[in-house]
């Protein structure tokens, strides 16, 4: 079993609807959680990044953490054509010594399409 | 551009010969990553340097790659011998000590005929 579960789609939805997003994972350990967007042959761009459970909002885009629940969403409002993309999460539990790697460990993506 | 950097974007290559990527991260970032991706799935963690120093290898590191950081800034990975296996995005990132935020460079996209 991977430690990030995330479904790779693709996901096609209409113009204006609300895109929902999201992961499971197993490690208890995880409290930074991220979303990135990647485009076709371009590297990930971080999108959302949260600290422990909780929401955040950032314009059109709300990111959730349940942490009781080890499950994370990425909520799009308004989607544009231009949001088609690859969404990957990510988590990690963070460097807990100055000197360890605070490895991010990503899903495997949603393709996601908006038809305009 | 502030970003991180990665140099070439694009190798081909045959079986059997050595490939070296570079990439220059955001400028004040202490920490840089190595990752792999391949088709279909996110990055995998591939090595961590905290300045100059290698503290972290992940175990897809074969004793065919190897990585630097000489002066704490740019970063070098070298594949030896190359595989088609070895087909994949190589992705740099880096972070700030006082933030677990990593940003990405571009990538080097290899391809072993």
């Known amino acids: 079993q991977k430690e990030v579960e995330q479904d790779p789609g693709p996901l096609s939805v209409p113009e204006g609807a609300i895109v929902s997003l999201n992961c499971t994972y197993s490690?208890?350990?995880?409290?930074?959680f991220m979303w990135y967007r990647q485009y076709s042959r371009k590297g990930p761009e971080l999108l959302m990044y949260?600290?422990?459970?909780g929401n955040k909002e950032d314009g059109r885009f709300t990111a959730q953490v349940d942490k009781s629940s080890k499950y994370i969403s990425l909520f799009i409002r308004d989607s544009q054509p231009s949001d088609s993309a690859t969404y990957l999460c990510?988590?990690?539990?963070?460097?807990?010594?100055?000197?360890?790697?605070?490895?991010?460990?990503f899903g495997s993506g949603t393709r996601l399409s908006i038809r305009p | 551009d502030t970003g991180v950097s990665q140099d070439p974007r694009h190798k081909i290559t045959k079986r059997g010969q050595n490939v070296t990527f570079r990439c220059d991260p955001i400028?004040?970032?202490?920490?840089l990553y190595w990752y792999r991706q391949t088709l279909g799935q996110g990055p995998e963690f591939l090595t961590y340097?905290?300045?100059?120093?290698?503290?972290?290898k992940s175990r897809l590191l074969s004793d065919r790659f190897s990585a630097e950081r000489p002066k704490g800034s740019f970063s070098t990975l070298e594949i030896q011998r190359t595989e088609q296996g070895d087909s994949a995005m190589y992705l740099c990132?880096?972070?700030?000590?006082?933030?677990?935020?990593?940003?990405f460079g571009p990538g080097t996209r290899l391809l072993v005929l």
């Open positions: 340097f905290q300045n100059e120093a290698q503290l972290e």
């Open positions: 990132a880096s972070s700030s000590d006082s933030k677990e935020t990593q940003y």
């Open positions: 949260t600290y422990s459970s």
């Open positions: 990510a988590m990690s539990a963070g460097a807990w010594e100055y000197s360890s790697a605070s490895k991010i460990i």
């Open positions: 490690n208890s350990a995880f409290q930074y």
């Open positions: 400028s004040e970032h202490n920490r």
